[in-house]
């Protein structure tokens, strides 16, 4: 789930009126490229992402590999997790690769659906969007230094002792913090090589798995101690299959994103789901029993199947998809702050850059904060809120597409979700369903002494609170820059 920096030197305000007699909505986050101009960026040294480069890093914001589907196969068994996976990518990743394809290609804005709520639906709803992603990000980045330890504590048990993979988790948000701060950046060709370093283990697994058709049905594994069952297991599906809207955030940096966004989308959905249902139906094969998987089994699985190597090449590749995810959603998310402070929704001081990497250090700090405290929730705990906010994230999105749909039919779209407006209100149906099983299992999850349901009410319900106190705070409204820039076509 890797995200791509955007560069912060300059960043101005895209705008585009809904309708030619309307009052334009601006738009922040579309970069400077004149090179004549202060702190622009030099176009010999601006390179722009292309098709595959760009379904690579899509592939590492959603997916980041195999790794994370054990606990599926765990609660819902071979047949239904192969089913489950497949199901979801059509009912919940596809819909939203349509939603996305239509808005990168018609608002090609970096900021992406932020920028989409705020055109289509006002500076209220806007924020909400921005505050919901934020909060989300607290829960999903958590998850993250989560897996890394899970994976860790295979190869080095020694770490399951005590507060001690606590630490390891805070030592990794720390160490991405200082990174990001420092001004590090992930560039596109790296997530292709990336790719296939993480991949690698897992082809052997389906490789080898045909060799040894029912040779695992009594091996000896470690008593698991995961509960998730059926539910469980559809809800980190879904985790699994979010945030393609978070290719959105670098439309400026893709090379004609009309034709790339909608492209690379499709593939990517494709490519994600390969990767998580050939893996699973390989050792469906060998007679495994399901009750040896939870998270972090795939590193004890891959020994049983191909012996310590394959086990050691899997367990690196964990930890170094857990890191680089993490370090690269550091990247993305915080500029998500630095945008806001710029356009008058957060303080200014969430806008300072580090003098010498333009790193947006005080949102880095701060969200940090926030992620060390989700530490200790668990895996399925953090799934569960993450899910629950980003869906309502989510829902904004649907209706942003069909509300421009409405009062901007002239609008240039590359590409258009078939069937009209009913084919647009008709894609948003399947994951909003979807999302109502997150909601049915967050009644029953437990954070802090109340369900999970009643938390994430709350944060929604203090984004409303914010945005009057913002609004109490700067009663002239959001900063309107007084640059301007039209989408990149």
Same mark, same amino acid.
């Given at each position: ?191 292709? =090589? ?27 594994? !470690? ?69 040896? =998987? ?61 003098? !010498? ?133």
């Amino acid at each position: 789930m890797s995200r791509l920096r955007r560069n912060t030197s300059k960043l101005a305000t895209a705008s585009a009126p809904r309708h030619p007699t309307e009052n334009p909505q601006p738009l922040a986050v579309v970069p400077n490229r004149n090179p004549l101009a202060k702190n622009s960026i030099a176009p010999k040294k601006f390179v722009r992402l292309t098709l595959w480069p760009l379904v690579a890093a899509t592939f590492f914001m959603v997916s980041g590999g195999t790794y994370g589907t054990e606990e599926i196969v765990h609660g819902a068994g071979y047949g239904r997790a192969i089913l489950i996976l497949l199901l979801t990518p059509l009912l919940w990743s596809l819909p939203t690769a349509f939603m996305i394809g239509e808005l990168s290609s018609a608002l090609p804005y970096e900021g992406g659906y932020y920028a989409w709520v705020r055109r289509a639906m006002g500076n209220f709803w806007g924020f909400q969007e921005a505050w919901l992603s934020l909060i989300a990000s607290i829960f999903d980045m958590a998850i993250y230094p989560t897996l890394f330890v899970a994976y860790l504590t295979r190869m080095f048990p020694w770490f399951q002792q005590g507060n001690r993979g606590w630490w390891v988790a805070l030592a990794v948000v720390i160490a991405c913090a200082l990174l990001n701060i420092a001004g590090v950046k992930v560039v596109s060709l790296t997530s292709l =090589w990336l790719f296939f370093a993480l991949s690698a283990p897992f082809v052997a697994i389906v490789l080898l798995a045909p060799f040894k058709l029912g040779a695992l049905a009594n091996a000896v594994t !470690k008593p698991t101690t995961s509960t998730v069952d059926i539910l469980g297991g559809l809800l980190i599906c879904m985790w699994n299959y979010m945030g393609w809207d978070n290719a959105s955030t670098i439309a400026t940096e893709v090379e004609r994103p009309q034709r790339t966004y909608p492209r690379a989308m499709l593939l990517a959905v494709c490519v994600v789901a390969l990767s998580y249902v050939l893996p699973p139906a390989a050792m469906w094969m060998t007679g495994l029993k399901t009750t040896a =998987w939870e998270t972090g089994s795939w590193a004890d699985i891959a020994g049983l199947l191909g012996g310590p190597l394959l086990r050691i090449g899997v367990v690196l590749g964990g930890i170094i998809s857990a890191f680089g995810m993490f370090n690269a959603l550091v990247m993305s998310y915080s500029r998500l702050p630095l945008a806001m402070a710029q356009d008058g929704m957060l303080p200014g001081i969430f806008g300072k850059l580090h003098p !010498k990497s333009r790193a947006p250090w005080v949102a880095i700090v701060a969200l940090a904060i926030g992620w060390a405290m989700c530490l200790g929730l668990g895996f399925a705990r953090l799934v569960t809120i993450d899910i629950l906010l980003y869906g309502f994230s989510l829902m904004l999105e649907f209706i942003a597409l069909a509300v421009l749909r409405f009062r901007e039919p002239n609008l240039p779209r590359p590409f258009r979700v078939p069937g009209g407006l009913f084919g647009v209100i008709a894609v948003g149906i399947p994951p909003m369903l979807l999302l109502g099983f997150s909601i049915i299992r967050s009644e029953h999850e437990q954070i802090w002494n109340m369900s999970s349901f009643a938390f994430g009410m709350i944060l929604i319900a203090a984004g409303f609170v914010a945005y009057v106190v913002n609004h109490l705070l700067k009663p002239e409204g959001w900063a309107i820059h007084a640059e301007k820039s039209q989408p990149t076509a």
